[in-house]
């Protein structure tokens, strides 16, 4: 469940590769439904940020999935909607972030960005992703971590 009132007070967020996977998957569901009645619309207040690992992880699950063009087609319409920042300003939360706990690099960087940004930060429900680690890297990287499903 995607509960938006969460994020009323936030006019950014990071949204994880999950999430935009979901959302552009054959399969009608509660979170696209939401995503693009209040992120993924003209009339939304809210600035998504994404890395360009994000992106790469995108299009190389998307590619996997449905094919070359139809990924570079989701890439080309997420642009409006996403502003990418550049990892180098990233990396180093994210290094310390990888150091630390075993989650996916990409993960980390989506946590950098959020701490970067100050802004929560949404994950689909992820095995490594577990109460006890999203509560240390919150706590000790001043983040906000949350998990939908």
Known sequence: MFDIELFKDHNDIVLDA?????????????????????LFSEKSDTTLHGHYLLK?????????????DKAEKILDEIKEFIN??????????ASQIKCRFPIALSDCFSISLSHFKNCPVIFLKEKELNEKIIKKINEEF????????
């Open 56 to 68: 790469s992880e995108i299009y190389y699950i998307m590619c996997r999935k449905i094919g070359k």
């Open 142 to 149: 001043n983040t906000k971590i949350y998990i939908v499903s």
């Open 18 to 38: 999950g999430i935009y996977i979901k959302y552009f998957g054959p399969k009608k569901n509660e979170l696209k439904r939401t995503l693009r009645e209040h």
């Open 84 to 93: 990418f920042i550049n990892g180098e300003f990233l990396y180093h939360i």
